[in-house]
Protein backbone atom coordinates (compact mmCIF):
# COMPACT_ATOMS: atom_id res chain seq x y z
CA UNK A 1 0.00 0.00 0.00
CA UNK A 2 1.42 3.34 -1.29
CA UNK A 3 1.82 6.63 1.52
CA UNK A 4 -0.94 8.23 -0.44
CA UNK A 5 -3.53 5.42 -0.23
CA UNK A 6 -2.65 4.87 3.23
CA UNK A 7 -3.22 8.95 3.61
CA UNK A 8 -6.94 8.42 2.03
CA UNK A 9 -7.77 5.20 4.53
CA UNK A 10 -6.92 7.81 7.62
CA UNK A 11 -9.00 10.41 6.44
CA UNK A 12 -11.73 7.94 4.57
CA UNK A 13 -14.10 7.80 7.88
CA UNK A 14 -13.73 11.57 8.77
CA UNK A 15 -15.33 12.54 5.20
CA UNK A 16 -17.90 9.62 5.28
CA UNK A 17 -18.82 11.19 8.54
CA UNK A 18 -18.91 14.88 7.17
CA UNK A 19 -20.50 13.79 3.68
CA UNK A 20 -23.74 11.94 5.80
CA UNK A 21 -23.92 14.27 8.66
CA UNK A 22 -23.10 17.61 7.36
CA UNK A 23 -23.27 17.85 3.49
CA UNK A 24 -26.55 15.32 3.31
CA UNK A 25 -28.21 16.87 5.85
CA UNK A 26 -27.28 20.81 4.34
CA UNK A 27 -28.09 19.83 0.72
CA UNK A 28 -31.81 18.37 1.80
CA UNK A 29 -32.15 22.01 3.70
CA UNK A 30 -31.19 23.83 0.67
CA UNK A 31 -33.50 22.10 -1.92
CA UNK A 32 -36.47 22.43 1.05
CA UNK A 33 -35.53 26.01 0.86
CA UNK A 34 -37.19 26.00 -3.09
CA UNK A 35 -39.95 24.06 -2.02
CA UNK A 36 -43.48 25.72 -1.01
CA UNK A 37 -45.37 24.30 2.19
CA UNK A 38 -48.05 21.68 1.91
CA UNK A 39 -51.56 22.79 2.52
CA UNK A 40 -51.51 20.64 5.79
CA UNK A 41 -48.05 21.67 7.11
CA UNK A 42 -44.54 20.48 5.84
CA UNK A 43 -43.45 20.33 2.26
CA UNK A 44 -44.30 19.99 -1.24
CA UNK A 45 -41.55 20.01 -4.21
CA UNK A 46 -41.26 22.92 -6.22
CA UNK A 47 -38.79 25.58 -7.70
CA UNK A 48 -39.52 28.80 -6.40
CA UNK A 49 -37.62 31.79 -4.56
CA UNK A 50 -40.72 33.40 -2.59
CA UNK A 51 -39.29 31.70 0.29
CA UNK A 52 -36.41 33.91 0.62
CA UNK A 53 -38.41 36.62 -0.78
CA UNK A 54 -40.15 36.51 2.50
CA UNK A 55 -37.12 36.78 3.97
CA UNK A 56 -37.62 40.39 5.25
CA UNK A 57 -40.61 39.03 7.79
CA UNK A 58 -38.26 37.15 10.13
CA UNK A 59 -36.41 40.44 9.77
CA UNK A 60 -36.40 41.14 13.79
CA UNK A 61 -34.99 37.57 14.52
CA UNK A 62 -31.98 38.47 12.62
CA UNK A 63 -31.44 41.88 13.70
CA UNK A 64 -31.34 40.18 17.42
CA UNK A 65 -29.06 37.64 16.63
CA UNK A 66 -26.51 39.63 15.10
CA UNK A 67 -27.03 42.14 17.66
CA UNK A 68 -26.81 40.27 20.98
CA UNK A 69 -24.35 36.92 19.75
CA UNK A 70 -21.72 39.50 18.82
CA UNK A 71 -22.48 41.61 22.41
CA UNK A 72 -22.65 38.31 24.11
CA UNK A 73 -18.96 36.99 22.92
CA UNK A 74 -17.50 40.94 23.25
CA UNK A 75 -18.71 40.32 26.89
CA UNK A 76 -17.76 36.96 28.07
CA UNK A 77 -14.32 38.29 26.23
CA UNK A 78 -14.03 40.78 28.69
CA UNK A 79 -15.38 38.72 31.52
CA UNK A 80 -12.82 35.75 30.74
CA UNK A 81 -9.64 37.47 29.49
CA UNK A 82 -8.91 38.30 32.71
CA UNK A 83 -9.91 35.08 34.91
CA UNK A 84 -7.81 32.90 31.70
CA UNK A 85 -5.07 35.34 32.69
CA UNK A 86 -5.29 34.91 36.13
CA UNK A 87 -4.93 31.49 35.78
CA UNK A 88 -2.62 31.06 33.58
CA UNK A 89 -0.05 33.61 34.74
CA UNK A 90 -0.25 34.35 38.43
CA UNK A 91 -1.63 31.78 40.14
CA UNK A 92 0.14 29.38 41.70
CA UNK A 93 0.54 25.83 39.71
CA UNK A 94 -0.43 23.66 42.96
CA UNK A 95 -4.29 25.88 42.49
CA UNK A 96 -4.13 25.63 39.02
CA UNK A 97 -6.26 22.39 39.10
CA UNK A 98 -8.46 23.04 41.64
CA UNK A 99 -9.41 26.65 40.00
CA UNK A 100 -9.72 24.78 36.64
CA UNK A 101 -12.67 22.57 37.85
CA UNK A 102 -14.84 25.29 39.33
CA UNK A 103 -14.78 26.79 35.75
CA UNK A 104 -16.12 23.81 34.30
CA UNK A 105 -18.28 22.79 37.31
CA UNK A 106 -21.48 25.14 35.92
CA UNK A 107 -21.20 22.67 32.63
CA UNK A 108 -22.25 19.96 35.49
CA UNK A 109 -25.49 21.36 34.90
CA UNK A 110 -27.83 21.25 32.82
CA UNK A 111 -28.31 24.48 30.70
CA UNK A 112 -32.24 24.33 31.45
CA UNK A 113 -31.54 24.03 35.48
CA UNK A 114 -29.40 27.20 34.98
CA UNK A 115 -31.22 29.15 33.19
CA UNK A 116 -34.49 28.65 35.23
CA UNK A 117 -32.18 30.01 37.95
CA UNK A 118 -31.19 33.32 36.32
CA UNK A 119 -34.92 33.41 36.33
CA UNK A 120 -35.75 33.48 39.52
CA UNK A 121 -32.70 35.80 40.35
CA UNK A 122 -33.87 38.48 37.52
CA UNK A 123 -37.54 38.20 38.28
CA UNK A 124 -39.80 39.73 40.37
CA UNK A 125 -38.50 37.82 43.50
CA UNK A 126 -34.88 38.46 42.95
CA UNK A 127 -32.82 41.34 42.18
CA UNK A 128 -35.67 43.75 41.37
CA UNK A 129 -36.82 43.07 44.87
CA UNK A 130 -33.48 43.63 45.99
CA UNK A 131 -33.46 46.98 44.67
CA UNK A 132 -36.77 48.12 45.88
CA UNK A 133 -35.13 47.68 49.33
CA UNK A 134 -33.03 50.56 48.61
CA UNK A 135 -35.52 52.93 47.14
CA UNK A 136 -35.29 51.69 43.51
CA UNK A 137 -38.20 50.45 42.26
CA UNK A 138 -40.07 49.52 38.81
CA UNK A 139 -36.60 47.94 37.27
CA UNK A 140 -37.52 45.28 34.92
CA UNK A 141 -34.90 42.85 33.99
CA UNK A 142 -36.08 39.79 33.15
CA UNK A 143 -37.33 38.93 29.65
CA UNK A 144 -35.23 41.53 28.19
CA UNK A 145 -31.88 42.13 25.67
CA UNK A 146 -29.83 42.42 29.36
CA UNK A 147 -31.33 38.91 30.60
CA UNK A 148 -30.37 37.16 27.57
CA UNK A 149 -27.41 38.62 27.21
CA UNK A 150 -26.52 37.77 31.12
CA UNK A 151 -27.56 34.21 30.39
CA UNK A 152 -25.62 33.60 27.09
CA UNK A 153 -22.11 35.21 28.70
CA UNK A 154 -22.88 32.65 32.08
CA UNK A 155 -23.91 29.82 29.52
CA UNK A 156 -20.32 29.84 27.31
CA UNK A 157 -17.55 31.89 29.55
CA UNK A 158 -16.33 28.69 29.96
CA UNK A 159 -15.63 28.20 26.22
CA UNK A 160 -14.25 31.76 26.31
CA UNK A 161 -11.61 30.91 29.16
CA UNK A 162 -10.37 27.85 28.20
CA UNK A 163 -8.95 28.83 24.84
CA UNK A 164 -7.27 31.39 26.22
CA UNK A 165 -6.22 29.73 29.24
CA UNK A 166 -4.22 27.40 26.88
CA UNK A 167 -2.68 30.41 24.79
CA UNK A 168 -1.64 32.08 27.73
CA UNK A 169 -0.25 29.10 29.69
CA UNK A 170 2.03 28.84 26.67
CA UNK A 171 3.40 32.39 26.80
CA UNK A 172 7.30 32.06 27.79
CA UNK A 173 7.30 33.79 30.92
CA UNK A 174 10.81 35.00 30.50
CA UNK A 175 9.28 37.54 27.76
CA UNK A 176 7.37 39.26 30.17
CA UNK A 177 10.67 39.50 32.31
CA UNK A 178 12.62 40.82 29.71
CA UNK A 179 9.97 43.44 28.97
CA UNK A 180 9.89 44.73 33.04
CA UNK A 181 13.34 44.33 32.82
CA UNK A 182 13.80 46.96 29.89
CA UNK A 183 11.90 49.23 31.69
CA UNK A 184 8.20 48.68 30.17
CA UNK A 185 5.55 49.74 31.71
CA UNK A 186 2.51 46.67 32.82
CA UNK A 187 0.32 47.93 30.64
CA UNK A 188 2.88 48.08 27.44
CA UNK A 189 3.88 44.88 28.27
CA UNK A 190 0.52 43.25 28.13
CA UNK A 191 -0.38 45.36 24.77
CA UNK A 192 3.31 44.74 22.95
CA UNK A 193 3.77 40.91 24.29
CA UNK A 194 1.18 39.43 26.14
CA UNK A 195 -2.30 40.38 24.30
CA UNK A 196 -0.50 39.54 20.74
CA UNK A 197 1.08 35.99 21.92
CA UNK A 198 -2.37 35.09 23.01
CA UNK A 199 -4.34 35.73 19.66
CA UNK A 200 -4.99 32.81 19.14
CA UNK A 201 -6.50 31.72 22.21
CA UNK A 202 -9.02 34.68 21.39
CA UNK A 203 -9.70 33.63 18.03
CA UNK A 204 -10.39 30.10 19.07
CA UNK A 205 -12.88 31.34 21.89
CA UNK A 206 -14.69 33.74 20.24
CA UNK A 207 -15.11 31.70 16.99
CA UNK A 208 -16.66 28.63 19.53
CA UNK A 209 -18.79 31.61 21.39
CA UNK A 210 -20.09 33.16 18.59
CA UNK A 211 -20.86 30.39 16.29
CA UNK A 212 -23.15 28.54 18.97
CA UNK A 213 -24.92 31.75 19.65
CA UNK A 214 -26.03 32.38 16.41
CA UNK A 215 -27.99 29.03 16.63
CA UNK A 216 -28.78 29.51 20.02
CA UNK A 217 -32.50 28.77 21.33
CA UNK A 218 -33.26 27.95 25.02
CA UNK A 219 -31.68 31.04 26.67
CA UNK A 220 -33.41 33.46 24.45
CA UNK A 221 -36.98 31.24 25.07
CA UNK A 222 -36.52 31.07 28.82
CA UNK A 223 -34.72 34.74 29.36
CA UNK A 224 -36.16 36.69 26.57
CA UNK A 225 -39.52 35.15 27.46
CA UNK A 226 -40.76 35.50 23.84
CA UNK A 227 -39.92 39.30 23.42
CA UNK A 228 -36.39 39.08 22.62
CA UNK A 229 -35.70 35.56 20.09
CA UNK A 230 -33.25 34.65 17.80
CA UNK A 231 -33.25 32.52 14.39
CA UNK A 232 -33.29 29.71 17.06
CA UNK A 233 -36.35 30.64 17.83
CA UNK A 234 -37.45 30.71 14.81
CA UNK A 235 -36.91 28.02 13.24
CA UNK A 236 -38.64 26.07 16.04
CA UNK A 237 -41.55 28.04 15.55
CA UNK A 238 -41.19 27.21 11.58
CA UNK A 239 -40.59 23.56 11.30
CA UNK A 240 -42.62 22.73 14.74
CA UNK A 241 -45.53 24.93 15.29
CA UNK A 242 -46.43 26.53 11.78
CA UNK A 243 -44.82 23.42 9.60
CA UNK A 244 -43.62 25.05 6.86
CA UNK A 245 -40.42 23.53 6.60
CA UNK A 246 -39.62 25.42 3.36
CA UNK A 247 -39.60 28.97 4.32
CA UNK A 248 -38.03 27.41 7.98
CA UNK A 249 -35.31 25.59 5.21
CA UNK A 250 -34.56 29.40 3.67
CA UNK A 251 -34.51 30.63 6.63
CA UNK A 252 -31.75 28.47 8.09
CA UNK A 253 -29.52 28.52 4.34
CA UNK A 254 -29.36 32.17 4.91
CA UNK A 255 -28.29 31.80 8.47
CA UNK A 256 -25.50 29.87 7.06
CA UNK A 257 -24.73 32.68 4.29
CA UNK A 258 -23.88 34.78 7.06
CA UNK A 259 -22.41 32.65 9.70
CA UNK A 260 -20.07 32.12 6.28
CA UNK A 261 -19.45 35.94 5.51
CA UNK A 262 -19.16 36.82 9.16
CA UNK A 263 -16.61 34.35 10.10
CA UNK A 264 -14.81 34.97 6.84
CA UNK A 265 -14.16 38.36 7.70
CA UNK A 266 -13.30 37.48 10.93
CA UNK A 267 -10.75 35.16 10.00
CA UNK A 268 -9.07 37.61 7.65
CA UNK A 269 -8.91 39.63 10.82
CA UNK A 270 -7.46 37.68 13.00
CA UNK A 271 -4.72 36.98 10.33
CA UNK A 272 -3.57 39.96 10.18
CA UNK A 273 -3.24 40.66 13.93
CA UNK A 274 -1.32 37.30 13.85
CA UNK A 275 1.40 39.30 12.17
CA UNK A 276 2.05 41.07 14.95
CA UNK A 277 2.37 37.91 17.09
CA UNK A 278 5.02 36.98 14.73
CA UNK A 279 6.78 40.29 15.09
CA UNK A 280 6.56 39.93 19.12
CA UNK A 281 8.24 36.04 18.50
CA UNK A 282 11.08 37.18 15.91
CA UNK A 283 12.25 39.48 18.55
Known amino acids: M ?15 WLLVMLVLPLSVVLIFSFGERAPAGGWVPA ?12 LTAFQNTLTLAPLGTLAALIIAYPL ?9 PRWKTILLVLVIVPFWTSILIRSYAWIY ?3 GQGLPALLEIFGIEGVRLIYT ?3 V ?8 LPLMVFPIYVALDRLDKRLLEASSDL ?3 PLTTFLRVTLPMSISGIATGCMLVFILLMGEFLIPALLGGGKVFFVGNALVDLFLQSRNWAFGSAVA ?7 LVTVTIYMRLIARLSATREDVSIM
Open 2 to 16: TERERNWLMVAPAGV
Open 47 to 58: FTFEQYANLPAR
Open 84 to 92: AYQLAVRTD
Open 121 to 123: ILG
Open 145 to 147: PFA
Open 149 to 156: TVGIVYGY
Open 183 to 185: GAW
Open 253 to 259: VMLILVM
